[in-house]
């Protein structure tokens, strides 16, 4: 079973917070753009049905593109640069 070290708990923190940020973002966006698009088709319930369709795929894409750029991002030398490893000396 390998080690849970600082730095890697520090890791999925910022990869975790990446993604939810970004899924917010989907959500907001997919939930507008699916009613105007549901009341495009159909005025009246197509607004609610785009909006809770449009928002369930908004979240989904805006986790998967935030899990990945918060992972490209910490894999990345410069963000490996900038980080420093917690030890006891700076804390």
């Known amino acids: ?8 708990v520090t890791r999925i923190s910022a ?3 990446t993604e939810n940020v ?4 989907g959500v907001m966006a997919g939930v507008e753009y699916g009613a105007i698009l ?3 088709l159909m005025p ?13 795929f908004g979240d ?3 986790r998967v593109v935030g899990h990945r750029t ?5 894999k990345s030398d ?11 000396d700076n804390l």
């Open 15 to 17: 990869v975790q917070t």
């Open 38 to 40: 549901g009341t495009s």
């Open 44 to 56: 009246g319930i197509g607004t609610a049905i785009g909006a809770v369709a449009g928002g369930m």
């Open 1 to 8: 079973m390998p080690t849970i070290t600082a730095a890697l």
């Open 78 to 88: 410069a963000m490996r640069n900038m980080v420093k490893p917690m030890t006891q």
């Open 60 to 62: 989904r894409i805006g």
């Open 22 to 25: 970004t899924g917010a973002i």
């Open 70 to 74: 918060g992972d490209f991002l910490l």
